[in-house]
């Protein structure tokens, strides 16, 4: 397909992988990072190595004044959005239900569902006259619960799910195609923001194939997704877990 992609939480794991493969087949790339500029800058480096346009677009998708800066640096350099990897996400500590605080729970879905939504809403506005394509990154926590551990994520990323179908129907008329990916266990440095590093090395035994995932793994769906090869698939959940 080629032409401009923009990755949500570029600056590192699952997004930075889908990046750098985005470079290799021909995309150029905004990548859009909140916090790790240094890993943002590393990745478009080798995009640009890849000989590809790197747009480097700092934004919170949490805050409706963070998307508006998002699509403000995309429209300023004037090339048309062929697809969009909404990859940004967050887990947070351990917690039962009981233990989940309102702050938590906002920050959680505002993220993870409202902050994706809207970066898709503004995608679909610049997409709906030319088609495009639009990969949604769910979890395989969106069928597991993660009781326990997160359910508020789990929660946020069932809402993706639904999203997905909901949003393919409404603009497959237009010619975008939106479909998601639920990664399983992947080896990526999520797991120790949520306060547990070693944990996809821990649960891995659970893993039919009995090891974690990697972000290439993952990378390699979303560019079969966003590609023409992919051209009647719309509305899907892929899982990419290991068959977990
Ligand atoms: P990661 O390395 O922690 O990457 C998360 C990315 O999201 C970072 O680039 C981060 O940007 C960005 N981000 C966080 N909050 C943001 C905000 N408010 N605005 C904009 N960007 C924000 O984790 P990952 O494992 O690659 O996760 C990528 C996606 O895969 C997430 O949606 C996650 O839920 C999903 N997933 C991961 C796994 C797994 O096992 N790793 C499994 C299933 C699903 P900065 O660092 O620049 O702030």
Same mark, same amino acid.
């Given at each position: $397909?080629?032409?401009?992609?923009? *990755?949500?939480?570029?600056? #590192?794991?699952?997004? =930075?992988?889908?990046?750098?493969?985005?470079?290799?087949?021909?995309?150029?790339?905004? *990548?859009?990072?909140?916090?790790?500029?240094?890993?943002?800058?590393? +990745?478009?480096?080798? &995009?640009?190595?890849?000989?590809?346009?790197?747009?480097?677009?700092? @934004?919170?998708?949490?805050?409706?004044?963070?998307?508006?800066?998002?699509?403000?640096?995309?429209?300023?350099?004037?090339?048309?959005?062929?697809?969009?990897?909404?990859? !940004?996400?967050?887990?947070?500590?351990?917690?039962? +239900?009981?233990?989940?605080?309102?702050?938590?729970?906002?920050? $959680?879905?505002? *993220?993870?569902?409202? @902050?994706?939504?809207?970066? %898709? /809403?503004? !995608?679909?506005?610049?997409?709906?006259?030319?088609?495009? %394509?639009?990969?949604?990154? #769910?979890? =395989?926590?969106?069928?597991?619960?993660?009781?326990?551990?997160? &359910?508020?994520?789990?929660?946020?990323?069932?809402? *993706?799910?639904?999203?997905? /179908?909901?949003?393919?129907?409404?603009?497959?008329? #237009?010619?975008?195609?939106?479909?998601?990916?639920?990664?399983?266990?992947?080896?990526?440095?999520?797991?120790? /923001? @949520? @306060?547990?590093?070693?944990?996809?090395?821990?649960?891995?035994?659970? &893993?039919?194939? /009995?090891?974690?995932?990697? %972000?290439?793994?993952?990378?390699? %769906?979303?560019?079969?997704?966003?590609?023409?090869?992919?051209?009647? +698939?719309?509305?899907? +959940?892929?899982?990419?877990?290991?068959?977990?």
């Amino acid at each position: $397909m080629g032409g401009l992609c923009l *990755i949500t939480g570029a600056s #590192s794991g699952i997004g =930075a992988a889908v990046a750098r493969m985005a470079a290799a087949r021909g995309y150029d790339v905004a *990548i859009i990072y909140h916090s790790n500029r240094a890993g943002a800058e590393a +990745v478009a480096a080798d &995009v640009r190595a890849a000989g590809q346009t790197a747009l480097l677009c700092p @934004g919170d998708v949490a805050t409706p004044e963070g998307v508006a800066a998002i699509f403000a640096q995309i429209d300023s350099h004037g090339a048309p959005l062929t697809a969009l990897v909404n990859n !940004a996400g967050v887990v947070d500590l351990p917690a039962r +239900v009981t233990e989940m605080t309102h702050a938590r729970l906002r920050r $959680m879905f505002d *993220i993870n569902v409202i @902050g994706a939504i809207l970066v %898709a /809403k503004e !995608a679909v506005l610049r997409m709906q006259d030319r088609g495009g %394509a639009i990969v949604n990154i #769910s979890s =395989a926590a969106a069928r597991l619960g993660s009781g326990g551990q997160y &359910v508020d994520y789990a929660a946020s990323k069932a809402a *993706i799910d639904i999203f997905t /179908k909901g949003l393919s129907d409404e603009v497959a008329a #237009s010619g975008i195609r939106v479909n998601a990916i639920r990664p399983g266990l992947i080896d990526t440095e999520i797991h120790a /923001k @949520g @306060g547990l590093p070693d944990r996809a090395q821990k649960l891995a035994h659970m &893993v039919p194939m /009995k090891r974690t995932g990697t %972000a290439e793994e993952v990378a390699e %769906a979303v560019l079969w997704l966003m590609s023409d090869a992919a051209a009647y +698939v719309t509305g899907a +959940v892929l899982d990419v877990s290991g068959g977990r």
